[in-house]
Each structure stands twice: as C-alpha cells, then as structure tokens.
C-alpha cells in the first residue's frame, strides 16, 4: 500500500530541560554485549562499547575467599584471556559484576553474605585498583553492581552490598564510573530493581553515575502467543519506550545529573529450519521471533529512537548466537559468527553516523514517516537525515521534504549484505525539495551545507 504524505514544512524539535546536556556522538552511544567467545576484531566494525557479564562466583569460590585479580578461580587471566584483547582493538569496556551463583537462585545466598560486607568492599576496591582506569592497566571504565537482581534479591541486602562495593570502587579509583544493576521507575519486577525503591535512597543516590535499563519490545499478551514475542520498535501498544521515558523522568525529579544507559535491547531472529525444531516451552508456548530483515530494520531504528532520547548509551544484546528458537537464543548480529542481515545493518549505521550525533526531529507522524536529523561532531557543515516509515508492516510511503539543509550530495538504503550501500535512483529536480519512497528499511540522506 502506497502512501502520499506531503511534508510541508520542517519543524524543528523544542528543546525541553531534560535534553539540555550535549547528545553523544553516535560512536560514543552504541555498544554491543560481549562474552568469553566475542571476536573484538569482527564487531569493532559496528560499535567501539562493549559490555561483559563477569560473574562474582568466577573470581573467588565463595565470598569472603582471598581476592586475585587479574586470575580467575579456574585459572583464567581476565587480562590476558578477555579485556586486553577487547581494549587492543579499540573497545571501551562496561564491566557488569553479576551476582552468579551468590545470588536468588542458590537458596542459601543469603548466608553466603552473613558478615562479609567488609569483604564486599574489598572486592570493589581490588576490582577497581585493578581495572580502572585510574590504574596500570585501563581495562575498563564503568563496573555495574549486578545484573538483574530484581525483586527476588532480598531488597535489604543488596542496599547494603551496593553500598560496601561502591564505597570500595570509589576509594580506589574516583574515575570509574558506578553504574546501577538494571531498574525501572515504579514497582520492581523479576528483571528490575524500583528506582524508587532501591537507587533514591539518600545512603545510595551519592553513591553511583549512571541509571542501567533493559528494554525489550515485548507484545502485549494474546491468546496463542507466547509472552516474549517483539513488535516494531515504535509500537504505541508497547511499554518499550516508555520505560525509558519514565526513567528519563525518575532522573529529571531524584537523580539530577546522573546518566542513563539501555544496558540490553534486542530482537531474535533464527533460521526457518531452527524454527521447525523448537522444543520446550518456546515450541509449547508457539514462540515466534522476527525475521532477518526485521531484526535489521528494529534494531536501527531501535538506536535512532533512543538517540532521539536523553540517554547516553544503548548496548545490543547479543553479538553471536548458535540459531537456537528461542528468547535471547537468537539475537546475535552473527549466526555462528557468520554476520546476519543486522550485522550490515548496524556496520552501515555505525560508518555513517559514528561521528555524528542527534540533532532534532524534522518530521514526526506516528504510524507513517519519522525524519531524524544527525549533524556532524566537529562539522556542522555535514548533516544526515534518516528517513522510515515506523511500521511493523510491509507499507511504502511517498514523502515530500521541503527546506532541505543543504546540498543532497548522496542517498543510502539501510544496508543487508556486505555489498557497497545502494544509492536510490531518485533524481533531485529542485534543490529544495525532494520527494521520495520510504519503507520499515531506514534511508540515508547525506547533505553538504556549503
């Protein structure tokens, strides 16, 4: 179906107190969650930030054991074998020092932790002095304390293991940033601690940077459907972005100055063949994920909707899956490290707009075409609008933009294979407008200002 949607004019954004800050660069704002098995040299091509899950229970056997960074209890040298190599190759590293096996679900944790808060605090100190960037070896820059505790980690006590670890990474290096474990505004949940609950707490609030979010673009429950199916990242039935916004919110009033970061976002996309192999609950459930050029198509417009936000990162979760049907078993940029449709798709976007940041809304209609513009970092010269119909349907729509910023030097559809960006054949009649076919796939539009 095809749409004629004039743009008469081009708005321009107000600027509310929330968006005062300066936005990031968009290579300072997109990461990718890694692990033991991340080859930096393959997805340095699509983000310079990455993020690790590193396990508590993988440093010692038990807390209150002695503490041996940069060594694991199974020999493993964190150095040598995981963040070396990731900062060789240009990453900056979020380190998220997960509970693991000392957390909810080994039902004697809470004994675990009896006495140890001194030990927690010296924990946070070695990690930091070890680390940090303060230290010899800049290995990281942000350590998160936990993961996604949420409401099933007694509320008391980690309010008081945060406090022990924080103090602990603040006394050995004040420049690393302290990050939450994932929160949400209002009531906690499996996933989430409450913002209000745990992180406005005047014994906390001093205490961390940055406020961590996971984000999923989850359907509203249907009969038929299991509960982790995704929709388009714009969805108006979906709490995706409002998460975020409530958050944003949550700052604005109890936590003025700190920043906040989507830690994990992402869509699953298996093979056919994978999907008629599903087994357990996913098969029993009918779980369905998204196809490969719709993990594409969600995922960058996905990044666009949070730049568009007062945020500073967002993180992808994940960069390699085995093409297993299943939530979070698929969401890789790679399929057994051989690069998906998304893989291309982020690459085009991190190439294109790396040193670029968000600049304003130039157009904006709900259900037919968002128009975004970036402007270049140390050249206001250069701007790029990214054009898309947010849709979770196969629908075109034939925009007219007026008030162009400058001359249209080049034109690129989001890209799905490693093939050069294909320019659209859509000469431009008059230099000051332009009238042309959007779709889910986001278009670029390169303009000089001379």
Sequence with gaps: MKLLLPILCV????????????????????????HFQFKPELYAQTCRLVRNYHNMNWDVKTPGDPITFPHCVNKV????????????????????????????ENEQYLNLWQGQAPWIYDYGYEMAKYFGPSGDHKL????????????????ALYQKLFIQMAKGIRAADPELKIVSATAQSGTADKYSKSLEETFASPEILPLYDVINLHVYAVKPKQAGQ????????????????NVVDAAIAFRNQQAVGKEVWITEFGYDACTEEAMLTREGWAKKLNWTGVSDQQQ???IVRSFFCFAERDIQRA??????????????????????????????????????LGNYRFNRIVHKVDAHMYVYEFIHGSNENKIIWVLWSPTGVNREATLTLHDL??????????????????????????????????????????????
């Excluded at 995981?82 to 909810?104: H, I, N, P, R, S």
Aim: hydrophobic share 35%; with cysteine.
């Design 11 to 34: 708005l321009t954004a107000t600027l509310t107190l929330a968006e005062v800050r300066p936005k990031p660069l968009m290579k300072d704002f997109m990461g990718i969650n890694g």
């Design 77 to 104: 040298d964190w150095n040598k074998h995981v963040y070396g190599k990731w900062v060789a190759q240009g990453f900056e590293v979020d380190l998220c020092a997960q509970f693991g096996t000392f957390g909810e």
């Design 140 to 155: 990281v820059t942000s350590i998160e304390i936990g993961n996604e505790p949420g409401n099933d980690f007694d509320e």
């Design 226 to 241: 299991s509960p982790w199916d995704r929709s388009y990242p714009e969805d108006p039935r979906l709490d995706y972005l």
């Design 296 to 298: 594409a198509q969600y």
């Design 315 to 352: 993180y992808l979760y994940f960069f390699n899956d085995d093409d297993k049907a299943s939530v979070h078993a698929a969401s890789g940029l790679t399929r057994n490290f051989v690069p998906k449709p998304s893989f291309w798709a982020v690459k085009q976007l991190y190439e294109n």
């Design 405 to 450: 910023p400058g001359e249209l030097t080049r034109v690129e559809k989001m890209a799905l294979e490693n093939i050069p960006a294909k320019s659209i054949d859509q000469p431009l009649h008059d230099p000051h407008s332009l009238k042309i076919t959007i779709t889910e796939s986001p278009i670029y539009l390169f303009f000089d200002m001379k």
